[in-house]
């Protein structure tokens, strides 16, 4: 039990992990802002701004401008999603096997 307690405070105290958390948890709370801004935005927009959701967007048109901003904050939610996972695949990944082979695991 030992053994794993001093390996858990090394890999703690191992200022690249420290490090990497700070990091990790910047970028993960940069990226739920940004999530949360676009989709309350919208969700604000439908509670107070139903008639300007509800314009269509052209003569003759059937589609509403609500719609495509709709689809927007979907195709955003995939977006953001591929980035955040394609960075901790990469660097917070490479950084985090970088510590525990530092930590000799």
Do not use: C
């Not at 858990?8 to 948890?25: D, G, H, T, V």
């Not at 970028?27 to 676009?38: D, N, Q, S």
């Amino acid at each position: 039990m030992s053994q794993h307690t001093d390996s858990y405070a090394q890999i703690r105290n191992n200022p690249k992990f420290q490090s990497l958390i700070a990091k990790r948890n910047s970028y993960a709370f940069i990226m739920t802002a940004l999530m949360m801004i676009v989709y309350y935005g919208y969700i604000l927009l439908i509670a107070f701004n139903k008639e300007w959701l509800a314009t269509k967007m052209g003569a003759g048109m059937v589609t509403s401008i609500g719609i495509p901003m709709g689809l927007g904050v979907i195709v955003f939610t995939i977006i953001i999603t591929v980035i955040y996972v394609r960075r901790a695949n990469t660097e917070f990944d490479a950084e985090a096997a970088q510590v525990l082979k530092e930590a000799g695991k």
